[in-house]
């Protein structure tokens, strides 16, 4: 009998639960995820953060514990923000051996060696006019910033941190690190390079988090124009010629289209920041009850993956775990 419609039939793989899992093409798995931490000095502190409700800053004597539910979670890497309680014009809290980030590095590695252990590199938490270096002639002063930056990316390697990640956006980061990492003897620490970072409206609630609010002007002559796509390619392409062994792109949904362009044009690992403001935004509408936080959640974090993410830096990392465990 000849069916009288003549079309493609695709729906055929749809039919059921386990028919879609057979063909389904992205997948989300622990491994994929860094978890952020911020960690702030003090004692006996963990401070959620208003405007993200579920992350916390903790002090250094609640890292062991988050390490261990981490762990539970089969969360395998964490990148550490530091929350200090001086800050000056140089931003020397991030570069000093007793920094609270190197503190928490020793820590972690001491307790659960096997923990990946992730290091921001930058300096706008711990100087006191928030910006990511060097001030001269109100105007970030970039070689003199890189300076500053590489004495940082040296003492987080020497405390022990696995992969310097390096977030300030200033010119030739990758390469004056690479180089100041190389000649203290780390030539096998990786650089998880911010590439890709916008001067973007979703980092709100992070600077509540980090307490890392510019204070005064933005960031806008060293973090990129949200309207370029081909300036990402350029930044990505420069970071890869001077050692980037990672790529970053920053913030992720908002970019998924350049996610798809480094992807496409680099075989370095991706790396999709899941950032602050977004996490917000699903906190904020699912305490409402308008929205399905878990299904929201995996479906906009597998458009990272599928955009052509390698890795998702998310602070849904945890929620995650628990979901896929289910």
């Known amino acids: 009998m000849t069916n009288e419609w003549e079309f493609k039939r695709h729906r055929r793989l749809r039919s059921s639960s386990a028919m879609r899992s057979l063909v389904r093409e992205n997948h989300l798995k622990m491994d994929d995820?860094?978890?952020?931490?911020?960690?702030?000095?003090?004692?006996?502190?963990?401070?959620?953060?208003?405007?993200?409700?579920?992350?916390?800053?903790?002090s250094l004597d609640h890292v062991k514990a988050e390490m261990e539910e981490l762990q539970s979670l089969g969360i395998k890497a964490v990148m550490l923000f530091g929350v200090p309680n001086e800050k000056d014009e140089q931003g020397t809290g991030a570069f000093i051996e007793s920094g609270?980030?190197?503190?928490?590095?020793?820590?972690?590695?001491?307790?659960?060696?096997?923990?990946?252990?992730?290091?921001?590199?930058c300096l706008c938490e711990y100087t006191s006019h928030g910006h990511c270096g060097v001030i001269h002639h109100h105007d970030v002063d970039n070689d003199e910033s890189l300076k500053l930056l590489a004495k940082t990316a040296v003492s987080q390697a020497e405390a022990g941190a696995d992969i310097i990640a390096p977030s300030n956006m200033m010119d030739g980061f990758v390469k004056v690190i690479r180089q100041a990492l190389d000649e203290a003897g780390f030539h096998n620490i990786p650089i998880m390079s911010y590439a890709v970072k916008y001067a973007s409206a979703f980092f709100g609630p992070f600077r509540d988090a980090a307490?890392?609010?510019?204070?005064?002007?933005?960031?806008?002559?060293?973090?990129?124009?949200?309207?370029n796509r081909l300036e990402a390619l350029r930044e990505a392409e420069?970071?890869?010629?001077?050692?980037?062994?990672?790529?970053?792109?920053?913030?992720?949904?908002?970019?998924?289209?350049?996610?798809?362009?480094?992807?496409?044009?680099?075989?370095?690992?991706?790396?999709a920041y899941n950032v602050s403001g977004e996490y917000a935004m699903v906190k904020a509408a699912a305490l409402?009850?308008?929205?399905?936080?878990?299904?929201?959640?995996?479906?906009?974090?597998?458009?990272?993956?599928?955009?052509?993410?390698?890795?998702?830096?998310?602070?849904?990392a945890k929620d995650v775990a628990k979901w896929l465990q289910e």
């Open 238 to 271: 420069t970071d890869i010629e001077e050692g980037a062994d990672f790529l970053i792109v920053k913030p992720a949904l908002s970019f998924l289209d350049i996610v798809r362009d480094v992807r496409n044009n680099s075989n370095a690992p991706v790396v």
């Open 288 to 316: 409402n009850g308008w929205i399905d936080e878990k299904e929201l959640v995996l479906e906009k974090l597998t458009s990272m993956k599928r955009a052509g993410a390698d890795l998702i830096i998310s602070y849904f």
């Open 211 to 227: 307490d890392s609010t510019p204070q005064f002007g933005d960031r806008k002559t060293y973090q990129m124009d949200p309207s």
């Open 100 to 121: 609270i980030v190197q503190q928490a590095t020793r820590l972690i590695k001491q307790e659960i060696p096997e923990m990946l252990v992730v290091a921001d590199t």
């Open 33 to 58: 995820f860094i978890y952020p931490l911020f960690i702030i000095e003090g004692e006996n502190i963990k401070h959620e953060v208003p405007s993200m409700p579920g992350v916390y800053q903790i």
